[in-house]
């Protein structure tokens, strides 16, 4: 059994030591492995990544986290991930990680993600260069988790984002504002390489619950939308039950 505990939007400020902790003191009791889905401080400040750090200290299981979109806001996003990697998380943007637990071999690849939309209502590559250069971010990012997978071999296989691959996990938030929420190029890669589960945040107002058009479940773990610290998703080797 491997059990993953997942949260995302945690949206640390400088004046919130103390108030993640009590909530994970259980964590390295029910869960082997912490994935944390972005907008993990409130501006992206190096001062903020400081303030999670030590509500991570010593918590007993690896944690592997990608940067959301409140990460890059104060424009050096590099400040916010050597915060945490001193800290010893494991930072990713477009790349794997694998961590070896009791129950068997866990396989992260993780990265931000970032918006353009969905079948049918999607952005694409065409016109003014600001266009072109909104999509290109996701499809670099889509091509990233692609090259990612393609190596990866573990047991279970998770796909770790800021924003959303699907609509599905993102009803609830207003329709007008999903090409900012997510895209469908990050769903691709996932159902492609047939990976155990997706996680992601930033869709506060969204749902819990979705999948992709390959049936692989996505799940959105905004911090705001599980309303509890962490949810942990449990993998039988035998039979995935996420
Ligand atoms: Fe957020
Ligand atoms: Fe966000």
Redesign the pocket.
Known sequence: MIRVAAVG?VHVGIDSAGSLRPGWDRLGDEADCLLLA??LTKGGEAEEAAVLAGELDGLGLPVIAVL???DHHAGDPGAVRGMLVDAGVTVLEGEAARVELDGGTLGVVGAKGFGGGFEGAMATEFGEEEMKAFVRHTRERAEAIDRALEDLEADVRIVLL?YAPVRGTLFGEPAEIFPFLGSYLLAEPCDRAGVDLIVH??AHRGRHEGATAGGVPVRNVAMPVIERAYVVFSFDLARSTA
């Open positions: 939007d972005g907008d959301g979109n409140h800021h945040g930033h």
